[in-house]
């Protein structure tokens, strides 16, 4: 079945630490997208790339970065520099040009202790 | 800069009842607006869209009209079902025709609905 896979589900980590949230997809799509999910706020994008090897930062990218070596997979780092990390990530992908129609995978939910 | 407005949670309903989510929005140009759906502990599907004004996304027993003059996005359904519980977010994607997915949401509203 086609679709996006996030791992790990669920990561605790100590503050200081780096860590690195992974997203695979199958669906050949060309764009990738990086939300965080907060209670009571919605969701707001981090980062997102149109195509591999390239990517732009979103509205709230300061503390995170990314990579897009390849087309499906579009890993996300949370540094010690994100001052609140506590957070739920989701990953997402849509093809090039179609009018918003995300595809979204389960998410990872990140606590720092 | 784009931002979206939804109706505070939780909603909190008896089977068959009817449904109104409210949704309006703040964008420049024509923007393409969604309403998406989490169900619990799972990720974001969309539920319906609409692209331009006037029309009318439905999907699943749900409806929505894009109404430029009061700048809204309501989600309605006649008969809720206890499986429509879940978190419901209103959308509007970036101005000027392809979106890239670059969506604002809005804060989501929680749906609960009982037998």
């Known amino acids: 079945d086609g679709g996006i896979t996030q791992s790990p589900k669920y990561l605790f980590r100590k503050e200081g630490q780096n860590v690195t949230l992974s997203c695979e997809q199958n669906?050949?799509?060309?764009?990738m997208y990086w939300y965080r999910q907060d209670p009571g706020q919605g969701l707001r994008l981090i980062y997102y790339?149109?195509?591999?090897?390239?990517?732009q930062k979103g509205d709230i990218a300061e503390g995170y970065s990314v990579s897009r070596e390849k087309k499906e997979s579009f890993p996300l780092t949370v540094t010690s520099a994100q001052k609140n990390p506590t957070a739920f990530y989701l990953c997402?992908?849509?093809?090039?040009?179609?009018?918003?129609?995300?595809?979204f995978g389960e998410g990872s939910r990140l606590t720092v202790l | 800069g784009d931002s979206v407005t939804q109706m505070e949670g939780p909603v909190t309903l008896s089977e068959e009842a009817f449904l109104t989510i409210n949704c309006t929005y703040t964008?420049?140009?024509?923007?393409?607006l969604f309403w998406y759906v989490q169900y619990p502990g799972e990720g974001l599907q969309l539920l319906l869209k609409?692209?331009?004004?006037?029309d009318k996304g439905s999907n699943k027993g749900f409806e929505a009209t894009y109404r430029k003059e009061t700048t809204s996005f309501h989600l309605e359904k006649g008969s809720v079902q206890v499986s429509d519980s879940a978190v419901y977010f209103c959308?509007?994607?970036?101005?000027?025709?392809?979106?890239?997915?670059?969506?604002?949401f809005g804060q989501g509203t929680i749906l609960t609905v009982h037998p």
């Open positions: 997402a992908s849509s093809i090039e040009g179609d009018t918003g129609e995300l595809f």
């Open positions: 669906l050949n799509h060309d764009a």
């Open positions: 790339s149109q195509i591999v090897n390239d990517f």
């Open positions: 964008a420049t140009g024509y923007p393409s």
């Open positions: 609409a692209t331009k004004a006037d």
């Open positions: 959308a509007l994607g970036n101005a000027g025709g392809t979106s890239y997915g670059k969506l604002t």
